[in-house]
């Protein structure tokens, strides 16, 4: 069974992470190298990275409106609001599975904060000269969340060094990961500045209990990535898996110890992300012009890393049991988020008609197959012919 998530760490990268010194500093060296940023500041998540960004743009600015897609992980609401700010949704659209830029301009107002950009899946979306036609835009924020979307590039350059400000996510679940783990990059100095403020304000050590269960979890997880162990003791791990809706989040420091690790993972951050490319590009030439299916295009210029593959299954009712079969067949698929942010969260939206139908629409048919460097070319192949069969 392969698992729909998996990042290669190894007991060297946890000894590593035990017996090293500076590694924080190093390791924000490191992310800030990789995403063309001058300043980077790390955090226990990428939803406290995002709560860092916002606090320190309420402080540049008196707007209260922040703009994200519709389809989207619903825990971003969170930070939005514990910041103070209004959260406003603004469709995706179809053909590249990320936000409709045209639908942007009704979306904004004088009171518009931010636009977060969301590059889903891995698939980068340029948006630069979106915002340059746009009055609003202009004088808006542009915050990059490239917490699906680590190593891609997009015209030679990586996602995250756009924006005025950028997060990305070491969650287990994320193309490089440290267990958890955020951070915040900008070559802005007042932006940064004031996410510095916010972090001395709020991260504090987790308590000893917490740093030890933070490196027995790391070494479970090394393991349970791992498709023979995932094999034998999946009923266990399946307990330790994310159950419903986040209702809070917590905010910490970054620990040295995932810090250590993360460095000396990230020795073949490369090599990973690479494979997350090709066998995404695997998929996406065997699906690509197949009936009943549709997939994303990929931007011109870019390379996108895939999180995982994306497919829509044009009729619903078979959505569910194609899931259900690759599973079967040894090959981890999900569903990501079963409801787009408007049916997770009452945001004052009209519930009587839908105000953001392809997101909708997305929430009702996506199916994601695992594109991680366990996963071979034998279970791409495999995952295809289970979904050509049903079909």
Known sequence: MIPSVGTPVGFKDIVNGLLSRGALERFAETIAEHTKRRHVLLANSGTTAYFFILRALQRLSDKKEVILPAYTAPSLILPIK???LVPRLCDIELKTFNMDLTALPPTMSDDTLAITIVHMFG???WFESAVQEDEF???SFIIEDLASAQGSTLNGRPVGSFGDVSFVSFNRGKNFATLAGGAVGTDREDIFRLVMEEGKRYLRQPSSMT???IVLKAIALSLAVRPWFYTI?????SRFKYQGLHHAFAIQAYTKFQAGMGESA???AQFIFEKRFENGLYLHRAFSGVD???IPAIPDGSLPVFNQFPLLIDDPSKRDSIRDALIKGGVESTILY????HEVYDLGYDRNTDPFPHATYLSRRLVLIPTHPYVTERHLKRAVAIVLKLL
């Open 266 to 268: 990230f020795k073949r």
């Open 137 to 139: 835009a202009q004088s």
């Open 233 to 237: 003791f999946r009923a266990l791990v």
């Open 338 to 341: 079963p409801y787009p942010i």
């Open 123 to 125: 698939l980068p979306q």
């Open 292 to 294: 009943g299916i549709t």
């Open 82 to 84: 514990k910041a103070g």
């Open 211 to 213: 740093r030890i269960g």
